[in-house]
Structures are given as structure tokens and as C-alpha cells.
């Protein structure tokens, strides 16, 4: 079987460092999906407007050239334990698939790019190809009672964020938030944890330097 991407996602992220790792953690970051051209048919929604979540099945693009290890060192464990690959969700695998719920915010039918999916809170980067997209059916894929492995056990930790003043005149209040929520999740590898190194990653067109010391990260500029 051969498969080629449907569509390509736009997000305000261009590289996946700083790009959230789950979807659902940043529930307000926006997104949009546009269809390659031959997939450019409205027929193809018809119906997906009543539907609250879908699944994404998309690459791991930037990945594209990393070697596959049975195992790997999960950042939720601090890079310091290893789990099998199939235990984990990284984007280190046999096959560079992802697998992302996302909440549709609306879908616009008429543009010049065809139809459009604005979706909510999803995990890819900027130019990332969708290879496919399926309605989230709650009677079927919510499992209240699941267990979550060493997930269950290592919950996710937030950062305090201090950042410019001067930040309010250049973002707006939602890219802000936006920003905050993103930088409180801890970009960094979870191997490093020197607090005179200075980090960078891109977002809406800007630079954005911070350095982390404990549990406080704190923006030095753009």
C-alpha cells in the first residue's frame, strides 16, 4: 500500500521545538488544514460539522532521517529511563506516524484553498502532512477506566513564566496566552537543566529567548 498526504496543517509553530508534545495541552492554540488540491471537495465534509473532535493521522516530518530503536527515553521520565517504542509516543518509530484528537472550531467550505478545518488544541508544527482524518466517536474511543502506564505515575509539571512587559505590545492577548501556556510546558530536552543556557525557538514570527532556572523560566528577548 502506497498513501500520500491529503493536507498539510498550519500552525503558528515552524519548528517542532517548542511545539506542544500532546494535543489537548494547549486547548486555544489554533490551527488550520488545507487539502492538497485533488482533495479539494467539500463532498468530502459533508456531515463533519456535527462532530465535536477528530483524529489526525499525520508525519512526523521532521523526523523524517532518524534512525528506529526498540527503544526510547521518554521526556515525561526525564530522558533517564528507556521504554519500548510502542510503549511511548514518540516520533522515533518503525513508520514516523502521529496520531492526534483535535476539537473543531469550524470548518469554513468556500475559499480560495478549498475547504478548510480551523481546528483547537493540536500538537503538529507548522507544514506538517495529514495523511488522514477521522470523526472522534465518543461511544467508542473515550475509556474512562484506561490505564496510562508510567504516564499515571510521572504527571505533567508546569513552569512559572516571567515574561517582558513590552510583550503585551507586540502579540495579542490570545497570542499570549498562547505563548505562556507553551513555555510553562518546558520546551527544553529534559536532559538539560543548566541555568545560564540561553534557548530559542520560533513563534509568530519571532524569536523567543528564555533561560530556566528550578521551576521559573524567564523570556530575555526577542
Do not use: C
Not at 473543531?104 to 475547504?115: C, D, F, K, L
Amino acid at each position: 500500500m502506497e498513501i500520500k498526504p491529503i493536507a498539510i496543517f498550519h500552525s503558528p509553530f515552524t519548528s517542532k521545538f517548542g511545539t506542544p508534545k500532546q494535543s489537548g495541552l494547549i486547548k486555544e492554540l489554533k490551527g488550520e488544514i488545507i487539502f492538497n488540491q485533488e482533495y479539494r471537495n467539500k463532498d468530502s465534509l459533508r456531515g463533519l460539522e456535527d462532530f465535536s473532535y477528530i483524529w489526525l493521522i499525520w508525519e512526523f516530518s521532521a523526523n523524517r532521517h532518524q534512525p528506529y530503536s526498540p527503544v526510547v527515553r521518554p521526556p515525561l521520565l526525564g530522558g533517564n529511563q528507556k521504554m519500548g517504542v510502542f510503549a511511548t509516543r514518540s516520533p522515533f518509530r518503525p513508520n514516523g506516524l502521529g496520531l492526534s484528537s483535535v476539537r473543531i472550531s469550524h470548518i469554513e467550505m468556500e475559499t480560495a484553498n478549498g475547504p478548510i478545518i480551523h481546528v483547537l488544541g493540536a500538537d503538529l508544527m507548522d507544514g506538517t502532512p495529514i495523511y488522514d482524518i477521522k470523526p472522534y466517536v465518543v461511544f467508542v474511543d473515550s475509556h474512562n477506566e484506561a490505564r496510562s502506564g508510567f504516564v499515571d505515575n510521572n504527571k505533567l509539571k508546569r513552569l512559572s513564566v516571567v515574561m517582558p512587559a513590552d510583550f503585551d505590545d507586540i502579540f495579542s492577548s490570545e497570542q499570549l496566552s498562547v505563548l505562556r501556556k507553551t513555555l510553562e510546558l518546558d520546551p527544553r530536552p529534559h536532559y538539560q537543566n543548566d541555568p545560564k543556557k540561553i534557548y530559542g525557538m520560533p513563534y509568530e514570527g519571532h524569536d523567543i529567548h528564555f533561560r530556566v532556572d528550578g521551576d521559573v523560566l524567564t523570556v530575555i528577548s526577542l
